[in-house]
């Protein structure tokens, strides 16, 4: 059977690149991204776009109509640090957006959908060191609450309608291909693009702030993985936690200096990004993706500081 997918908030981080792997899977025409903002030229140009606000039911629902979508893929949200900024546009967004498109997916019989969760689920009575899937989980900022609250609706919805909801936690994302979104973990983005411009950067977390980190490919790799599985081998129904490395802003920067030896960084003493990093785990364990469906990540951090070296100079 042909799958028609949509992917909404397709100009994100993820969204970029994801466009791009399904339509090279798929086909361009048959994955139509959208987005209230006009998108690169390589995703306009690769295949269907439509202007579209998550919170626009009409606006949906005339998407749902033209294209019949088998597949659904939720990216829209608004994420930690800009979360804490707009708290209540935060909630709206992340609460509203995923609960608009759950109920269209049921409407018109969606075979499958994804949306994301992330390790900001956790909060400061998780436990630090290999956070397991199940904890204590008691986030303290709007994206992270929203997040587990959107947890509990896609389990909901999956035991109450049978519909096939498919989610992970992300840990920190690290991408060359586009600008980071307003993350507690973009340090780990913009570090690369200073080094190369200036040789020097200005860290908002401290120097041995340990946190999850993930490499794009891996995290669209996983993204398609899971909702790849057949639906028997997908048992968590919630989010699965997944991993890749961890790693501080001082092990970031001794595995650059190996390519950039003058680079030098400082740090910030007062970012509120740091109380958030502070409430989040140091590391993941992700044994249940692992053994499920079969998660297994490709780049650890020294393949990552290349990757993102070499492709950001040129």
Request: net charge negative; with cysteine; proline share 5%.
């Amino acid at each position: 059977m042909k799958e028609t997918i949509i992917v909404i908030g397709s100009n994100g981080q993820i969204g970029t690149e994801l466009v791009n792997e399904l339509r090279s899977i798929y086909g361009g025409d048959n994955v139509i991204a959208t987005d209230i903002k006009e998108p690169s030229y390589e995703v306009l140009h690769g295949g269907p776009f439509e202007f579209s606000d998550v919170l626009d039911k009409a606006g949906l629902q005339a998407i749902f109509e033209k294209y019949k979508p088998t597949q659904i893929y939720l990216l829209a949200a608004l994420l930690s640090a800009v979360g804490e900024q707009k708290p209540k546009m935060a909630w709206e967004l992340n609460m509203n957006g995923l609960l608009n498109i759950l109920d269209f997916a049921r409407t018109y019989g969606v075979k499958k959908v994804y949306w994301p969760s992330s390790i900001a689920v956790f909060g400061p009575n998780s436990p630090k060191q290999q956070t397991p899937q199940y904890c204590t989980m008691d986030p303290n900022t709007v994206y992270g609450f929203s997040k587990l609250a959107g947890e509990r609706w896609c389990e909901y919805y999956f035991l109450k309608y049978g519909l096939d909801v498919r989610s992970l936690r992300y840990p920190g994302l690290i991408g060359w291909k586009s600008a980071p979104g307003g993350g507690t973990t973009d340090y780990a983005v913009h570090i690369f693009h200073e080094a190369l411009k200036s040789n020097s950067y200005e860290c908002f977390l401290s120097e041995n702030t340990e946190l999850p980190m993930m490499h794009m490919s891996d995290a669209i790799k996983a993204t398609i993985g899971i909702m790849d599985a057949d639906a028997s081998l997908v048992k968590i129904r919630s989010s699965y936690n997944v991993a890749a490395m961890s790693f501080t802003p001082k092990s970031l920067t001794e595995e650059i200096v190996k390519h950039l030896p003058d680079f030098k960084i400082s740090y910030v003493d007062t970012d509120p990004r740091q109380a958030i990093a502070d409430s989040w785990p140091k590391s993941i364990d992700d044994s249940y993706s692992r053994k499920d469906w079969g998660w297994n990540n490709q780049f650890d951090l020294p393949g990552l500081v290349t990757d993102m070296i070499t492709n950001l100079k040129k």
